[in-house]
């Protein structure tokens, strides 16, 4: 579970005597290049590919159809982000085959699916509507929490969702990013939530925060600005499926560093929640079972 929060009262960032360390040397991950959209040609290969990921969207569309050429940009976009969902493209009057054995009479249709199970169908050019559903969709397939743990944590999270001052904090930050990776995230976070606005990178997201010199000036607002986009489910939604190893490893990194940096302690804290709640007599940092 990823809450994004931010302090009630933030502290002041540190001062303005900044000295930016030297570059890492850490190469982009440009965003994924290979084939992300699937074109089933056959009544099996559609079947196969619902139950090749325990996730998958299938856009039933059609040449001639002006509403589907308007939404299928942004469906291509959130192919390339959400890597954990199977997104699929059928021209209807091409698999004509897949239509029938599907029952669609209008297009665009979109359906969802948990294991090759249907779970939401709807039509209509809405790119909220197509964000809402695959939110929805992330959060049906999230795993029940066990009793044990009931008592500690809240199946539904708490997102405490304010963002940074990005114009103050991008000046300020350790030189850990590349410039066009930067842009995406400072775009992304200062659009407040905003559906239309694309997910960073997040796969060349992951590398940078993996790679992170935690001695490095500033640290902690580069895992500030991961607890601010994980607010969005569509970045949380990633992050707990194929980028568990890098929330994992910024838990176990922080826990084992000085107590003293306490601004890199709260805001680990935000990103990930402990287990239980701190003990009065140690309000330091306790790290949550990320073992992966």
């Given at each position: 579970?990823?809450?994004g929060?931010?302090?009630?009262?933030?502290?002041?960032?540190?001062?303005?005597?900044?000295?930016?360390?030297?570059?890492?040397?850490?190469?982009?991950?440009?965003?994924?290049?290979?084939?992300?959209?699937?074109?089933?040609?056959?009544v099996?290969?559609?079947?196969?590919?619902?139950?090749?990921?325990?996730?998958?969207?299938?856009?039933?569309?059609?040449?001639?159809?002006?509403?589907?050429?308007?939404?299928?940009?942004?469906?291509?976009?959130?192919?390339?982000?959400?890597?954990?969902?199977?997104?699929?493209?059928?021209?209807?009057?091409?698999?004509?085959?897949?239509?029938?054995?599907?029952?669609?009479?209008?297009?665009?249709?979109?359906?969802?699916?948990?294991?090759?199970?249907?779970?939401?169908?709807?039509k209509?050019?809405?790119?909220?509507?197509?964000?809402?559903?695959?939110?929805?969709?992330?959060?049906?397939?999230?795993?029940?929490?066990?009793?044990?743990?009931?008592?500690?944590?809240?199946?539904?999270?708490?997102?405490?969702?304010?963002?940074?001052?990005?114009?103050?904090?991008?000046?300020?930050?350790?030189?850990?990013?590349?410039?066009?990776?930067?842009n995406?995230?400072?775009?992304?976070?200062?659009?407040?939530?905003?559906?239309?606005?694309?997910?960073?990178?997040?796969?060349?997201?992951?590398?940078?925060?993996?790679?992170?010199?935690?001695?490095?000036?500033?640290?902690?607002?580069?895992?500030?600005?991961l607890?601010?986009?994980?607010?969005?489910?569509r970045?949380?939604?990633?992050?707990?499926?194929?980028?568990?190893?890098?929330?994992?490893?910024?838990?176990?990194?922080?826990?084992?560093?000085?107590?003293?940096?306490?601004?890199?302690?709260?805001?680990?804290?935000?990103?990930?929640?402990?287990?239980?709640?701190?003990?009065?007599?140690?309000?330091?940092?306790?790290?949550?079972?990320?073992?992966?």
């Amino acid at each position: 579970m990823i809450d994004g929060a931010f302090a009630q009262q933030p502290p002041p960032y540190p001062g303005t005597n900044f000295t930016p360390s030297p570059p890492q040397t850490q190469p982009y991950s440009a965003p994924q290049t290979q084939e992300t959209m699937h074109h089933p040609s056959t009544v099996q290969d559609f079947d196969e590919l619902i139950h090749s990921k325990p996730l998958a969207i299938a856009f039933f569309t059609s040449e001639t159809c002006g509403p589907c050429k308007m939404i299928e940009p942004t469906y291509n976009s959130l192919s390339k982000t959400h890597t954990n969902i199977t997104f699929i493209h059928i021209d209807t009057q091409k698999q004509f085959a897949i239509a029938k054995e599907n029952q669609i009479t209008a297009t665009p249709t979109f359906k969802t699916y948990l294991h090759g199970i249907l779970q939401s169908e709807w039509k209509g050019a809405n790119p909220s509507a197509l964000d809402s559903n695959l939110s929805r969709l992330l959060e049906v397939a999230r795993p029940p929490l066990p009793p044990s743990l009931r008592g500690c944590y809240a199946q539904s999270p708490i997102l405490f969702s304010r963002s940074p001052p990005i114009e103050k904090v991008v000046p300020k930050l350790p030189p850990v990013f590349p410039k066009p990776l930067l842009n995406a995230i400072s775009s992304f976070l200062a659009a407040k939530g905003v559906t239309d606005v694309l997910v960073p990178p997040l796969v060349a997201w992951a590398d940078v925060q993996r790679n992170l010199d935690y001695d490095v000036e500033n640290a902690w607002m580069v895992i500030d600005l991961l607890r601010a986009a994980c607010a969005d489910r569509r970045v949380s939604g990633w992050f707990v499926v194929d980028g568990l190893d890098v929330i994992g490893g910024i838990v176990k990194t922080v826990a084992k560093r000085d107590e003293s940096e306490w601004q890199l302690r709260v805001v680990t804290v935000q990103l990930v929640p402990p287990p239980s709640p701190p003990s009065p007599l140690r309000p330091s940092f306790v790290s949550c079972n990320c073992d992966v």
